[in-house]
């Protein structure tokens, strides 16, 4: 059975069975989680969600990221879980169907700082999560994203309950239990891309494993084969139609999905408009021409990034992250995307909003994934430019320095903590295994702006 293959496995995996690779590629996504998480303190839906949770004080036992206090391990998932996720700037794993570590993490940290775990425990609960939320995807992800569900959060929930289940030390039929809690509390739609809620949903899936976990710890009851059942996660989430989650249970644990499909994100944006960010940049760096002399610019891609990069005339920065269009005009003028150019005003600015309408996304029939994407510029006297690429800066076989990722650290963390501060969580941070305590990281992360 699906759910007992992957719960065994929750159960049994330890820190020494973990191949090195897989460690260490947790440790980069967890530097790159927490740094997003840090700038995402700054962001308006960070505050406002900071704010609500600071309102309806609870049990102070996990810190909220550049907050300042301490909440219930539950609501410091969730916001926690927020901010990582509210730039669209965290990793992504094609296995999830979506942002693996936002939805993980959060968890992991929430419910490591209450139980004053060590960092290696908490390394160890978060790639048991990983490998479990990849499993999960690779069973359903095609139908089920297709559908409009938005796989961070409703792959992610069970993922993090496993998370939980890890770190409090849940047996067997627990841990099962805890699986089956999570998934009739999952949820998260496509079509709040491009707003606060889109972001929220990463942190409602971390809350969720705190809860599930939380509650199965306890003798809660859920069913036990929730994944596989008649009525249960494949067949109500997915349709029951191409999905294979007991194919995909039975590999877990023979390799780590974490060592090979993690990506990390060179651009604050949905990975689905990236690879027109790296042909904007490539076409630009082969060929000198004048933007005033543009009269049509073309983007040709697959059929189903449109369905996330949903906006073709966003009017706002939140759009924006969700606009081909805008990303590559963006490329084209500022010969860079970070994370300035995502504000209302740039996004309305008149030689962006001029561009973008100058801009069309074509469907290319051959291209089935993120490559290949060609991005053709087409000038008024009648000359014709073109770029493809087929591989993205980011994903495993275009990998991003660790040089490289400590820098988007340094320059996100930068915008909240004091230059110290950010030398001293980036050092925790990647050295997590090191920590008798995450705690004494949370205690960094969870300062705020007005202490720099």
Not at 114 to 123: E, I, N, Y
Not at 226 to 231: K, R
């Amino acid at each position: 059975m699906s759910t007992e293959r992957i719960a065994q496995f929750v159960v049994d995996a330890t820190y020494e069975s973990l191949p090195e690779e897989a460690k260490q590629n947790a440790k980069r996504a967890i530097v790159d989680c927490l740094g997003c998480a840090v700038a995402g303190s700054a962001e308006e839906g960070g505050k406002l969600l900071t704010q609500y949770i600071r309102d309806n004080a609870c049990k102070p036992e996990a810190g909220i990221i550049g907050g300042g206090f301490k909440s219930s391990a539950a609501e410091a998932a969730l916001v926690n879980g927020m901010l990582a996720h509210v730039l669209d700037y965290d990793d992504v794993a094609i296995p999830t169907g979506g942002h693996p570590t936002v939805a993980l993490l959060p968890a992991a940290l929430a419910l490591g700082e209450k139980l004053h775990a060590s960092g290696r425990d908490v390394l160890l609960a978060y790639i048991v999560g990983f490998e479990v939320m990849c499993t999960i995807g690779k069973g359903v992800t095609g139908r089920h994203y297709g559908l409009g569900w938005h796989c961070t959060s409703t792959n992610g929930a069970p993922g993090a309950a496993a998370v939980g289940a890890k770190l409090l030390g849940l047996d067997l039929s627990k841990t099962r239990m805890a699986i089956g809690i999570a998934c009739s509390l999952t949820g998260g739609l496509k079509q709040n891309f491009g707003t606060m809620t889109k972001s929220l949903h990463a942190g409602h899936a971390a809350r969720v494993g705190v809860v599930a976990s939380s509650l199965a710890q306890r003798g809660f009851t859920a069913v036990e084969n929730i994944l596989e059942a008649p009525q249960g996660f494949a067949k109500v989430l997915a349709g029951g139609e191409e999905c294979d989650i007991p194919g995909a249970a039975q590999d877990i644990g023979k390799s780590y999905m974490i060592a090979s499909t993690l990506e990390i994100k060179p651009y604050p944006s949905c990975r689905g408009t990236h690879p027109g960010i790296d042909a904007a940049l490539g076409l630009a760096k082969a060929n000198k021409f004048s933007l005033d002399d543009v009269a049509e610019v073309e983007v040709r891609g697959s059929a189903w990034i449109p369905s996330a990069a949903q906006y073709p005339r966003p009017k706002s920065g939140l759009e924006g992250k969700f606009s081909v269009e805008y990303c590559v005009a963006r490329a084209f003028l500022d010969n860079d995307v970070g994370m300035k150019h995502f504000t209302d005003e740039q996004v309305m600015a008149p030689k962006a909003q001029e561009l973008v309408n100058k801009t069309n996304y074509v469907v290319n029939p051959d291209a089935a994934g993120f490559v290949p994407f060609e991005v053709v510029v087409k000038l008024k006297d009648g000359t014709v430019l073109s770029h493809t690429v087929n591989s993205m800066l980011g994903d495993p076989s275009n990998p991003e320095s660790q040089e490289t990722l400590f820098s988007k650290y340094r320059d996100c963390a930068g915008a909240v903590l004091s230059a110290q501060e950010v030398e001293k969580s980036l050092d925790m941070a990647a050295n997590l295994e090191k920590l008798d305590n995450v705690a004494a990281l949370m205690t960094v992360l969870c300062k705020t702006s007005s202490g720099k």
